[in-house]
């Protein structure tokens, strides 16, 4: 009986040893993006179809500021924040910030073009979006949340990122700032 519940033991440590060996192996910190600060950023990689405008590169867009949102149509906190991004784009688009939508679906469903066109005009959505079917560009920057904003500086380098809903103020003060409008 003794050698059982030595035995127990021994397995409930090694197994308590793995889950915490697991559950810490490669966690990032919540709201922490995957490419660092200061690093350039990903180019769009994999995007199956462009929508509101042609296909467009990070290089094409080398002295601008770029807001890239990563967002999917079923998302209720994605469906939250497009009225933001949306006026981002209005108000600024004149004075060097270019928006870029990032659709890459969670659902089958949503990677139909025809349901994600929809969409864009159910929601008034204006600016440039890339249909992102395959991950390509969601895996290039690590991403891991819906929604997320990557903001770019002129020289294509990540200066600021924010996951979820809210933080609005500070995203239009980062835009500002980058714009030389502050």
């Not at 040893?17 to 919540?30: D, E, F, I, T």
């Not at 910030?97 to 969670?106: A, K, S």
């Not at 969409?119 to 249909?131: C, E, L, S």
Request: with cysteine.
């Amino acid at each position: 009986m003794l050698k059982r519940i030595k035995i127990a033991t021994v397995f409930a440590s090694v197994a308590a040893a793995a889950l915490v060996a697991y559950a810490s192996a490669g966690m990032s910190s919540p709201g922490a993006a995957a490419i660092a600060t200061g690093a350039p950023a990903p180019e769009f990689a994999g995007i199956e179809r462009w929508l509101n405008g042609p296909p467009t590169s990070l290089r094409q867009l080398r002295g601008k500021v770029v807001l890239v949102d990563f967002w999917t149509f079923d998302c209720i906190n994605c469906v939250h924040t497009l009225p933001h991004v949306e006026s981002l784009y209005e108000k600024y688009r004149d004075k060097g910030l270019v928006v870029i939508g990032v659709h890459t679906p969670e659902y089958a469903f949503e990677r139909d073009t025809k349901n994600l066109t929809d969409a864009i005009k159910r929601y008034g959505i204006t600016y440039p979006v890339a249909q992102d079917n395959q991950y390509a560009t969601w895996n290039a920057y690590g991403n891991q949340y819906w929604p997320a904003v990557y903001l770019l500086d002129k020289k294509g380098n990540l200066v600021y990122s924010h996951f979820g809903e809210g933080s609005y103020a500070e995203t239009e003060a980062q835009v500002r700032t980058l714009l030389g409008l502050s």
